[in-house]
């Protein structure tokens, strides 16, 4: 049977039939580090954050669970749950786009057990085909130590089932509450800053695709960097990384308030939206707004006589 053309096309946010595009697979974004090209990370939490974040080209979309704190009002990244979770990662893998999108394992879907893990990493797999691969928070690995952690154990089975794993490691935001704290890792002992890098080698080794490593001294995330083969995406870890990532609302500054030391507000759209948002409530008292020939529908004027006639 001949394909009809319409099977080449699919319906983009403007309502339109665009034309099919393809999404970078892990192929490509370990390609561009190939080429010493960086690699740039945007968080998305939703058709319109990831939409923004596509048009923008970035090269990896991840659905961070920030988004629990920065979309959703929750004070911690631990509160939000997997099946939560899950429906926004479904909202951005229908954002069009060519970006490998990045899901966030969230806390509480996978320490129970290594089957559970196992399971929940299987169902956010399946949550999109976009879906391209999965990042971890992983504990700092003791060398030597007589029962390696969890996480790298986890991470380890996922990526023997073929499931692509991008390492997180430094401040691992799930674990604020044994960390004491939103605190830079890796700065206050050599011992530390070596269980950082033992932990990335590791990682490495188990099979991880690429590292996050998150609020670590710059030194130490380059020294990371450049022995290891695969690519550091860094927040808060200087410019020696092979790739950044910041949260899309810090960037867009979608949250009064001040924003962390490591990000970047490239604009202001809550003090924007706001202003916006403003208007149109003034506009409404003031009935400025809506403007019955620029906003309205007309009815024809016998139509409109005879409606008269009926009510009358
Ligand atoms: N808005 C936002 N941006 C983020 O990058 C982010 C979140 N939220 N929530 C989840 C995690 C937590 N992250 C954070 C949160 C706070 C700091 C922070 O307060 N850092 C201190 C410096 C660290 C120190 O004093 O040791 C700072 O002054 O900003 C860092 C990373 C990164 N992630
Ligand atoms: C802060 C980044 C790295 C993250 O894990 C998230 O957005 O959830
Ligand atoms: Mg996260």
Same mark, same amino acid.
Request: aromatic share 8%; glycine share 8%.
């Given at each position: ?16 039939? %665009? +034309?099919? $595009?393809?999404?970078?697979? &892990?192929?490509?974004?370990?390609? !561009?580090?190939?080429?010493?090209? /960086? ?88 949550? %999109? +085909?976009? $879906?391209?691969?999965?990042? &971890?928070?992983?504990?700092?690995? !003791?060398?030597?130590?007589?029962? /390696? ?96 990532? &910041? ?66």
């Amino acid at each position: 049977m001949i394909r009809s053309a319409v099977h080449h096309f699919r319906r983009s946010y403007s309502g339109y039939l %665009s +034309p099919v $595009v393809r999404s970078k697979t &892990l192929t490509d974004v370990l390609s !561009k580090h190939a080429s010493r090209e /960086p690699i740039s990370v945007i968080t998305a939490y939703d058709y319109i954050s990831g939409s923004w974040a596509q048009a923008a080209n970035c090269d990896v979309i991840l659905v961070g669970d920030s988004l629990a704190m920065c979309a959703l009002g929750y004070e911690s990244t631990t509160e939000i749950s997997l099946e939560e979770f899950r429906f926004h990662v479904q909202s951005v893998c229908r954002s069009p786009g060519e970006a490998f999108i990045v899901v966030d394992i969230p806390f509480g879907s996978f320490e129970s057990s290594i089957e559970k893990g196992v399971e929940t990493a299987i169902s956010l797999m399946r949550c %999109s +085909p976009k $879906v391209g691969a999965l990042k &971890l928070e992983v504990g700092s690995h !003791k060398p030597g130590a007589y029962n /390696p952690d969890y996480s790298l154990k986890l991470a380890a089975e996922l990526c023997s089932r073929g499931i692509p794993v991008m390492g997180h490691i430094g401040l691992t935001p799930q674990r604020v509450h044994s960390l004491g704290g939103y605190k830079v890792q890796g700065n206050r002992s050599a011992q530390q800053a070596a269980a950082i890098f033992e932990t990335a080698r590791e990682l490495q080794k188990l099979g991880c695709f690429s590292l996050l490593v998150e609020c670590v001294p710059h030194k130490v995330s380059q020294y990371i960097t450049e022995t290891l083969n695969i690519p550091t995406i860094g927040i808060g870890a200087g410019s020696g990384t092979s790739g950044q990532v &910041l949260v899309q609302s810090d960037i867009l500054g979608m949250l009064p308030g001040r924003i962390p030391k490591l990000a970047q507000k490239y604009t202001d759209l809550h003090t924007q939206s706001v202003d916006a948002l403003k208007h149109y409530v003034s506009d409404v008292t003031m009935h400025k707004f809506p403007e019955n020939d620029k906003n309205g529908f007309k009815i024809k004027e016998d139509v409109w006589r005879e409606f008269l006639e009926i009510v009358e």
